[in-house]
């Protein structure tokens, strides 16, 4: 069983940066996809960035160039730099960690960006 806690979460002005943090418990932790998913209100949860276990990294279109992901194997942990907030990036931020039988979420940080 593996349990995540994130953290790093706030308000922040529209241009500002914040970094957000995912602590992982449990073993094995680098076999595992990483991600950072987000839901607005009112909106699906969506992708906004995915490590797989090589190290490969994907980000979706509208982070792209503004948010940095990493993973530290060593700590279990996961990390999502973001600059350049924007108003639309205000959401629910969740840590993900799955692989072919299990799939585990994090309870979700809120960020909040201010016009």
């Known amino acids: 069983q593996v349990q995540l806690v994130e953290s790093g979460g706030g308000l922040v002005q529209a241009g500002g940066s914040l970094r957000l943090s995912c602590a992982a418990s449990?073993?094995?932790?680098?076999?595992?996809?990483v991600s950072w998913y987000r839901q607005a209100p009112g909106k699906q949860r969506e992708l906004v960035a995915q490590i797989a276990s090589g190290g490969t990294i994907n980000y979706a279109d509208a982070v792209k160039g503004r948010f940095s992901a990493s993973r530290d194997n060593a700590k279990k942990s996961v990390y999502l730099q973001m600059n350049s907030l924007k108003p639309e990036d205000t959401a629910v931020y969740y840590c993900?960690?799955?692989?072919?039988?299990?799939?585990?979420w994090g309870q979700g940080t809120q960020v909040t960006v201010s016009s």
């Open positions: 449990g073993s094995r932790f680098t076999i595992y996809i």
């Open positions: 993900n960690l799955r692989n072919a039988l299990n799939n585990y």
